[in-house]
């Protein structure tokens, strides 16, 4: 636990910069991962659309949507996210005088899921995805309802998804601890 006071703000800024430095980094990654998947299938993400977009597009996710989400989570999660987590836990681990224990590791691994949710919200989905509209993302049938701009369809999205920061920064900090 951050034990030597004299440091501890230090200590903590070390936290922040991890969490969120590798945050960043796992979140631009996924922006690039969504229109490399939506170039190779505009459905890969069917069910990540609001309703009455999925409605009207009228058909279920293709067998080429399917492998294409399979690839994104695989990508994003064992290609990146996890490697990046481990790197963010190796540096962080350097960075405190104490090394890596529970609760900095916890919260460590809470901003880095934290902050692609913040990214995935407010610059994907409200800037990008409703604001700048990119065909790439559009469903074909469908460029021109209101739904697109929906923001609180979105925010709805990312609060049920919340929960996962917590459980992400429990389970990390909990493998840190046993491993330190």
Not at 50 to 63: E, V
Not at 112 to 141: H, K, Q, S
């Amino acid at each position: 636990m951050l034990r030597n006071t004299s440091g501890v703000g230090m200590q903590w800024s070390a936290v922040f910069g991890y969490g969120v430095g590798y945050g960043l980094a796992l979140s631009v990654l996924f922006t690039a991962a969504v229109f490399a998947g939506a170039a190779m299938s505009r459905d890969f993400l069917l069910h990540d659309y609001p309703p009455a977009i999925q409605r009207r597009y009228g058909r279920p996710k293709s067998a080429r949507g399917r492998r294409v989400a399979v690839l994104f989570g695989v990508f994003i999660w064992a290609v990146c996210g996890l490697p990046l987590m481990i790197a963010a836990m190796i540096g962080l681990d350097g960075a405190l005088d104490d090394g890596l224990e529970f609760l900095p590791a916890a919260v460590c691994a809470a901003l880095v899921f934290a902050t692609l949710t913040v990214w995935d919200l407010v610059v994907f989905d409200w800037i990008i995805f409703a604001g700048l509209r990119p065909r790439l993302l559009m469903l074909p049938g469908t460029e021109d309802m209101a739904e697109y701009r929906d923001l609180r369809f979105h925010l709805s999205a990312a609060l049920k998804g919340s929960p996962l920061i917590v459980v992400v920064g429990l389970l990390t900090g909990g493998i840190a601890a046993l491993i330190n």
